[in-house]
């Protein structure tokens, strides 16, 4: 058995061998269409990655179709939705705060809002990620730290935030 990554249950050799041949057969051609979308290398390789993750999760589905490079094209499409909605929700947030009607105004501003339930280091680390829309690579580079550290600590971070507000019961 293979443990694929961290929340994935454990991967049988020929699932793991299944999913291994899908990503050689299909992944440039995934890769080509985010890249065409113009989108940041970046933001393609997650996007990619995500993909692939959704994919071990159901593989049985995956198993069951009759064209695989179209249930991961669809997979895909999904995962990139999912993420614009939330930069296009975080984004009209931050301006309806700064700049919307009165009503917004007076509301806090996120720093202010969450304070406290995270470190001030994991939310700072979060706002610039999520709300001012910096990407992972700008903010390793910003602190001085390996790619792959920064995508874990941003990923610890929403963890523990996501925690202290279900604990707190804002979520």
């Not at 993909?51 to 995962?79: D, K």
């Amino acid at each position: 058995m293979f443990l694929a990554a961290e929340g994935l249950p454990p991967l049988e050799d020929e699932e793991r061998e299944y999913i291994r041949a899908l990503y050689l057969d299909h992944y440039q051609a995934l890769r080509s269409y985010v890249c065409n979308l113009r989108f940041t290398e970046d933001a393609a390789e997650d996007w990619l990655q995500e993909t692939f993750l959704i994919a071990m999760r159901r593989i049985e589905a995956l198993r069951a179709c009759n064209n695989p490079r179209a249930y991961l094209m669809q997979v895909l499409r999904n995962v990139i939705g999912y993420h614009l909605r939330s930069m296009k929700y975080a984004a009209d947030l931050v301006e309806k705060l700064r700049n919307g009607p009165e009503e917004y105004r007076d509301e806090p501003d996120p720093e202010t809002l969450y304070r406290g339930l995270v470190s001030d280091r994991d939310l700072r680390l979060l706002l610039r990620f999520y709300l001012e829309g910096r990407s992972q690579k700008e903010l390793a580079s910003e602190l001085g730290i390996d790619l792959n550290t920064c995508k874990k600590r941003i990923q610890r971070a929403k963890e523990r935030l996501r925690a202290a507000m279900k604990k707190d019961g804002l979520l």
